[in-house]
């Protein structure tokens, strides 16, 4: 499969890296809204323009979007959808819902295929929380993020006026999460479960206390949690900060038996050296399945609940079955 990647920040380095273990694809180029000439990949992969990608329809299979869910995904996928097959890792969950409905809309106009919110979450703690739902139907789901730096919630940051550079960690509260796994299943809320701690390079003129107001009112991203704000300058910042681990879990624990007198808790869990990385290797390889979907004629938008396990994999049936099952 002939993949592109759309937007060279961290996520698209790391499917340029992605994509070189997977035998089965090959990357077209990268292509940035930065002049292509001052950008270098780290293999050596061309660089377009962005503003040439429509002369490349009929190049590329899938096109991997490595924008920003704040203020580049809500507009790059709709509009891109129209001509390629799409895949973005938009993490805003609250206007998931707003996304699809653009986007659905836009690829099934122009007869392509779209996948959303693909990455760890949503993506794979997604399908664990529903396969985890679906199987101990009377009990309760509980996700758990960090600690680690969230891209998303940096990003976020990153655009308020007078940041220059910033990282965002989520911290899991340690006696919630001991909480959930003793099986009590207890009630919590958003700010019993999350810290989010925030550093922050500002400009030497900027307001800090107009920053700091900004960052802990934002919706959706910190106005629900307990958050740290602390300035620090751009040499502490590549000194202390300059990695993008992450990590968390997925647990439910439910009851079974005639009376519920059994106790169950399923747990599924990652630890993260690199964000980026490893949320690229998830997109490539669901690229994998909406190139296999697209090619039996599917158009329209998809989350990854709509996608077979199997055209994830590069192995066959036959192999999945004797290997796998």
Same mark, same amino acid.
């Given at each position: 499969m002939k993949l592109g990647?759309?937007? +060279?920040?961290?996520? &698209? !380095? @790391? /499917?340029?890296?992605?994509?070189?273990?997977?035998?089965?694809?090959?990357?077209?180029?990268?292509?940035?809204?930065?002049?292509?000439?001052?950008?270098k990949t780290l293999t050596g992969v061309p660089v377009y323009p962005a503003a040439a990608i429509a002369d490349y329809k009929d190049q590329i299979d899938v096109l991997i979007i490595c924008g920003g869910s704040a203020t580049d995904l809500p507009k790059m996928t709709p509009v891109l959808a129209k001509d390629f097959?799409?895949?973005?890792?938009?993490?805003?969950?609250?206007?998931?819902?707003?996304?699809?409905?653009?986007?659905?809309?836009?690829?099934?106009?122009?007869?392509?295929?779209?996948?959303?919110?693909?990455?760890?979450?949503?993506?794979?703690?997604?399908?664990?929380?529903?396969?985890?739902?679906?199987?101990?139907?009377?009990?309760?789901? +509980?996700?758990?993020? &960090? !600690? @680690? /730096?969230?891209?998303?919630?940096?990003?976020?940051?990153r655009r308020i006026p007078g940041v220059l550079d910033a990282r965002q960690y989520?911290?899991?509260?340690?006696?919630?999460?001991?909480?959930?796994?003793?099986?009590?299943?207890?009630?919590?809320?958003?700010?019993?479960?999350?810290?989010?701690?925030?550093?922050?390079?500002?400009?030497?003129?900027?307001?800090?206390?107009?920053?700091?107001?900004?960052?802990?009112?934002?919706?959706?991203?910190?106005?629900?949690?307990?958050?740290?704000?602390?300035?620090?300058?751009?040499?502490?910042?590549?000194?202390?900060?300059?990695?993008?681990?992450h990590g968390g879990m997925v647990i439910r624990s439910g009851k079974t038996g005639l009376n519920g007198q059994h106790t169950h808790t399923i747990e599924y869990k990652l630890t993260l050296d690199s964000n980026p990385e490893f949320t690229a290797c998830v997109l490539v390889a669901f690229a994998r399945a909406i190139n296999r979907m697209a090619e039996r004629g599917a158009t329209g938008c998809r989350t990854v609940f709509d996608i077979a396990p199997a055209d994830l994999s590069p192995l066959s049936p036959e192999e999945l079955r004797a290997h796998m099952l």
């Open positions: 990647i759309y937007g +060279y920040g961290n996520l &698209g !380095r @790391g /499917v340029e890296c992605a994509v070189r273990q997977n035998p089965d694809a090959e990357l077209v180029g990268v292509f940035t809204r930065r002049d292509p000439a001052t950008v097959n799409v895949i973005d890792s938009f993490d805003t969950h609250a206007n998931i819902p707003q996304h699809f409905a653009a986007v659905d809309a836009a690829a099934a106009a122009g007869g392509k295929l779209a996948l959303i919110s693909c990455g760890w979450d949503p993506g794979m703690f997604s399908l664990n929380r529903l396969y985890a739902a679906s199987i101990l139907a009377q009990g309760a789901d +509980y996700t758990f993020w &960090g !600690r @680690g /730096v969230s891209q998303g919630h940096s990003d976020a940051i989520t911290v899991p509260i340690e006696a919630a999460v001991e909480a959930v796994r003793s099986g009590s299943q207890p009630e919590l809320t958003t700010r019993e479960k999350h810290l989010r701690e925030c550093y922050v390079v500002a400009a030497p003129d900027a307001d800090k206390a107009a920053i700091e107001t900004a960052i802990k009112t934002m919706p959706n991203y910190f106005a629900d949690y307990d958050t740290t704000v602390t300035f620090i300058t751009a040499e502490e910042m590549a000194r202390d900060h300059a990695e993008l681990p």
